[in-house]
């Protein structure tokens, strides 16, 4: 695998997550996020590749309709964004920009 830099900043955040995949639920907590996806720790095991909704409570609820799980290691995984409604993509790059402010 090549190393690439990313083009977009991950923050540190500690925030209260539930997802979904097909009829399953987990719940935990998100421990980065980015304009493009999340870091989880919760209660579903998810595997690469397995495709998933969460809602992240970041203080105000944002839903990712879909994301791709990219990887997983135990109880953690790494979810690229794949389909947002509009408010949620402003609502995510507020906190990020306000974060970024704060940091």
């Known amino acids: 695998m090549a190393f690439v830099i990313r083009p977009y900043r991950r923050l540190p955040a500690q925030c209260p997550v539930t997802y979904e995949r097909l009829y399953d639920t987990g719940h935990g907590t998100a421990w ?3 304009s493009t996806g999340f870091r989880v720790s919760g209660t579903l095991p998810l595997q690469p ?3 998933c909704s969460l809602k992240v409570k970041l203080p105000k609820q944002v839903s990712v309709l879909a994301g791709v799980v ?22 995510l790059a507020r906190y990020i920009r306000d974060r970024t402010r704060e940091l």
Not at 71 to 82: K, R, S, Y
Not at 84 to 90: L, P, S, T, V
């Open 70 to 91: 990219r990887w997983a290691h135990g109880q953690d995984f790494g979810v690229e964004t794949l389909l947002m409604d509009k408010q949620d993509e402003a609502r």
């Open 32 to 34: 980065n996020v980015s």
């Open 49 to 51: 590749r397995d495709v």
